[in-house]
C-alpha cells in the first residue's frame, strides 16, 4: 500500500472514529438532556396532581365548612328533621353536583343520618371503615383528606357540627376522586390516567370495586404494565417512570397517600413522546448527515494539507534518493520547511555531501595507492637487479675462495716439501748448495704465491666491499617498500574507515541506501585486502632487512678475518723474503747452516700453522659466501613476493577505480 493510501485510510479512519465518538456522546448527552426534561416535566406533572389534589379538598372544605356553620342547618340536623334538611339542601347539592360527589350528615356515632347523593340509604353505622368521620366526632376538628368509602375512593373532608354548644355530629364534603377528576387531568395536562389503589379490602357499594384494585381510567383498558421496581417506589411514596417498550410513551406512577398520610394507591399517567421520540430521530439522523459531512470534509482538508505538507516532498526526497541509488551524487533536496521534513531534507543533503566528499577522498586514495604500486614495482625492479648483482658478485666473492682454498693446499704441500728439504740439509750438509738453489726457488715460488694471495685478498676485501654496498642499498631500498607499505596501509586504514563511515550512511538511509552499503561494502574489501598485501609486504621488508643485518655482520667478521690474514701474509712474506736473503747469503754463512737448518725448522712449522689458517680462513669465507649466496637468494624471493604484492595492488588499485567511476560526486 502506498504512502498516500495509507495516509487517506488513516485520516479517514481517524476522523470517522472520532467523529463517530462524539456522535455518540451528543446523542448520549441529547438523550440526557431529554431525559433530564422528562423527569422535570415529570415531577413538574406530579407538583401539579397534588396541588390539584389539595385544591379540590380546600374547595370542599370551603363549601362543607360554610354548611356546617349556616345556623338554620345546624338547628334541622339539631332536631334530626331528615326531610327538611333535604328540602333545603338538595338544590344545593343539585347545583354542585358536577364538582362534588356526595354530601352526608352523620350522627355523633358514626351513624349515617344523611346522604344527599343517596337520600333512601341511611342508618347504616360507618363506624367500621369510615375513621374520618370516627375522628372528627371523637376530636371534634375537621378532618380531611382521601378515603374510600360507600360510593368509593374520594376527597373527604369531614367537619363537626354543634347547637348552642352541643355536639350534635358532623357533615361530610365528598369530591370525586375517580373519571372525572382523571379528565380534568387529561385536560390539563394530557396523556391518559388510572387510579390504582393498593389494598383490596373495598367497602365501596360500587360494582366490582370489591374485586379490582383497578378504580378508574380515562381508557377501558390499561395495556402498560409497571414493574416490580416501580411499585416498591411507590410503596415508599416516591414517584417514578419508566418508558414503554416501543419508547413513544412515558410511564409516570404519583403515589396519593390518605388522610392520615398513608400510601394508599397511585396514579399512572401515560404520557405521549413520540414527538419527542420523533424530534430526537430527528436530530439523530441529522447529527449522523452533519457528521458524515464533517469527517469528508476534514479528511478532505487533513489529506490535502498532508498531500502538501508531507507526501510531495517525500515524493521528491524519493526522486531523489532513486537517482542516489543510480549512482548520482550531484542531487541535492530543495526544502525549506523547519519541519521533521525539512530536517530529513537537511540530512540527506549532509549525507550526500558526506558521501561525495567520501568518493572524491576514496578516488584520491585510489590514484595514491595506483601511484604507490607503481612506486613498488619499480623499487621491486630496482631491488631485484641489485640483488642479482649481489648474486654475481657473491658468485665471484665463492669462485675466489675456492682459489683460496686451492692456493692454500698447494702452500700446504710445499710447506711440506720445504720440511722435508730441511730434513735433508739437516742430513746432507754437503750437498746444501743444492738444497739452497732449490730452496731459492721455493721460496720464490712461495713469494709468488703470496703475492697470488695478496691479491685474492685485496679481490676478495673489494668483493666483500662491493656485497656490503649492495646490501647496505638493498636495506635502504627495503626502508623505502617498508615506507611506501606504510602509507599504503594508512591508505588501507583511511579507506576502510571511510568505507564504514559510508556503511552507516547507507545504513541510516535505509532502503535507499542499499545500494550504496553494497559499494560501500566492496571498499572495504579491497581497503583490507590492500592492508593485507601491505602487512605482507612489511613482513617481506621486515625479513630481508633482517636477512641484511645478519650478511652485513657476516662481511664485518669476514673483514676481521681478511685482516688477520693480510697480517698473516705479510708476516710470510717478510718470513720469505728473509729465507731469500738467508739463500742469498747461504754462501757466506755455511758456518751458520746448521742454526739456519733449526731457524727454517721452527718457521716451516710457523708457516705450516699459517697455512692451515689460511685454509681455516678460506673454508669460512666458502661459509660465509654459501651463507650470503642463500640470503641473496631469499632476497631475490622476497622481491620477487614484493613484486607479485604490488601487482596485486595495482590490480586492487584499478578495480577500485572502476568501482569509483559509477559514481557522480
Not at 57 to 76: C, G
Not at 315 to 329: C, H, P, S, W, Y
Not at 596 to 605: A, D, V
Request: glycine residues 6%; aromatic residues 6%.
Amino acid at each position: 500500500m502506498s504512502l498516500r493510501k495509507k495516509f487517506l485510510s488513516g485520516i479517514g479512519i481517524s476522523v470517522i472514529a472520532v467523529m463517530l465518538l462524539m456522535t455518540l456522546m451528543v446523542s448520549r448527552s441529547v438523550a440526557g438532556l431529554i431525559e433530564a426534561k422528562e423527569r422535570e416535566h415529570h415531577h413538574l406533572l406530579t407538583e401539579a396532581v397534588d396541588a390539584q389534589m389539595q385544591a379540590q379538598l380546600d374547595s370542599a372544605r370551603m363549601s362543607v365548612v360554610s354548611i356546617a356553620n349556616n345556623a338554620q342547618v345546624q338547628e334541622l340536623f339539631a332536631q334530626r328533621d331528615r326531610e327538611a334538611l333535604l328540602e333545603q339542601l338538595m338544590p344545593v347539592y343539585e347545583t354542585l353536583q358536577n364538582e362534588v360527589a356526595q354530601i352526608q350528615f352523620h350522627l355523633p356515632d358514626s351513624t349515617a343520618f344523611l346522604r344527599l347523593h343517596m337520600p333512601e340509604n341511611f342508618g347504616d353505622s360507618l363506624r367500621d371503615f369510615r375513621f374520618t368521620v370516627n375522628e372528627a366526632n371523637e376530636k371534634k376538628a375537621i378532618v380531611q383528606g382521601l378515603e374510600e368509602g360507600r360510593g368509593g375512593y374520594g376527597f373527604r373532608v369531614v367537619v363537626p357540627m354543634s347547637h348552642q354548644g352541643q355536639h350534635t355530629g358532623s357533615v361530610e364534603y365528598g369530591s370525586n376522586f375517580g373519571n372525572q377528576f382523571l379528565e380534568n387531568l387529561k385536560q390539563q395536562f394530557g396523556g391518559d390516567y388510572f387510579i390504582y389503589t393498593l389494598t383490596d379490602e373495598s367497602v365501596s357499594w360500587q360494582e366490582g370495586q370489591e374485586e379490582n384494585i383497578f378504580l378508574a381510567g380515562t381508557l377501558e383498558t390499561d395495556r402498560w404494565q409497571e414493574s416490580l421496581d416501580m411499585m416498591t417506589h411507590v410503596m415508599n411514596g416516591e414517584w417514578v417512570s419508566q418508558v414503554s417498550e416501543d419508547e413513544n410513551q412515558s410511564v409516570l406512577l404519583i403515589p396519593y397517600k390518605d388522610y392520615q398520610g398513608n400510601v394508599g394507591g397511585y396514579i399512572k399517567a401515560i404520557l405521549d413522546r413520540s414527538a419527542i421520540v420523533a424530534q430526537s430521530n430527528g436530530m439523530t439522523r441529522m447529527l449522523y448527515l452533519l457528521t458524515a459531512g464533517v469527517t469528508v470534509l476534514l479528511s478532505l482538508i487533513m489529506f490535502l494539507f498532508l498531500n502538501s505538507a508531507i507526501l510531495r516532498p517525500v515524493n521528491r526526497m524519493k526522486t531523489l534518493i532513486a537517482a542516489v541509488e543510480q549512482g548520482d551524487f550531484t542531487v541535492e533536496c530543495q526544502g525549506t520547511s523547519k519541519d521533521e521534513i525539512g530536517q530529513l531534507a537537511d540530512s540527506f543533503n549532509q549525507m550526500v555531501r558526506t558521501v561525495r566528499e567520501m568518493i572524491g577522498d576514496i578516488s584520491g586514495a585510489a590514484l595514491k595507492v595506483s601511484d604507490a604500486s607503481a612506486t613498488l614495482q619499480q623499487t621491486a625492479l630496482e631491488n631485484t637487479r641489485t640483488t642479482e648483482e649481489v648474486a654475481k658478485a657473491v658468485e665471484g666473492i665463492a669462485q675466489g675462495a675456492v682459489d683460496q682454498a686451492e692456493r692454500t693446499e698447494e702452500g700446504a704441500q710445499k710447506s711440506q716439501a720445504m720440511g722435508r728439504i730441511m730434513e735433508e740439509n739437516q742430513q746432507l750438509t754437503a750437498t746444501m748448495n743444492q738444497t739452497n738453489q732449490q730452496a731459492t726457488r721455493v721460496v720464490a715460488e712461495s713469494l709468488k704465491n703470496m703475492e697470488q694471495l695478496t691479491h685474492i685478498y685485496e679481490t676478495t676485501v673489494q668483493a666483500m666491499e662491493a656485497v656490503r654496498l649492495g646490501i647496505q642499498n638493498t636495506d635502504s631500498s627495503s626502508r623505502r617498500i617498508s615506507d611506501a607499505s606504510g602509507m599504503i596501509a594508512a591508505i588501507s586504514e583511511q579507506t576502510n574507515l571511510l568505507a564504514l563511515n559510508a556503511a552507516i550512511e547507507a545504513a541510516r538511509a535505509g532502503e535507499a541506501g542499499r545500494g550504496f552499503a553494497v559499494v560501500a561494502d566492496e571498499i572495504r574489501k579491497l581497503a583490507e585486502e590492500s592492508n593485507a598485501s601491505t602487512k605482507t609486504i612489511d613482513q617481506v621488508v621486515e625479513d630481508l632487512q633482517q636477512h641484511s643485518k645478519e650478511a652485513v655482520q657476516t662481511i664485518e667478521n669476514s673483514f676481521e678475518v681478511l685482516h688477520r690474514l693480510q697480517s698473516e701474509i705479510s708476516r710470510n712474506q717478510q718470513a720469505f723474503h728473509q729465507i731469500a736473503q738467508s739463500s742469498q747469503d747461504s754462501h757466506e754463512q755455511m758456518k751458520a747452516l746448521n742454526a739456519s737448518t733449526e731457524q727454517l725448522e721452527k718457521m716451516k712449522q710457523e708457516i705450516l700453522d699459517a697455512i692451515q689458517s689460511l685454509a681455516a680462513i678460506a673454508e669460512e669465507n666458502s661459509a660465509s659466501t654459501e651463507e650470503v649466496s642463500a640470503s641473496v637468494e631469499e632476497q631475490s624471493a622476497s622481491m620477487m613476493e614484493i613484486a607479485q604484492a604490488s601487482d596485486s595492488l595495482a590490480e586492487l588499485s584499478q578495480h577500485l577505480q572502476e568501482k569509483m567511476s559509477q559514481f557522480r560526486a
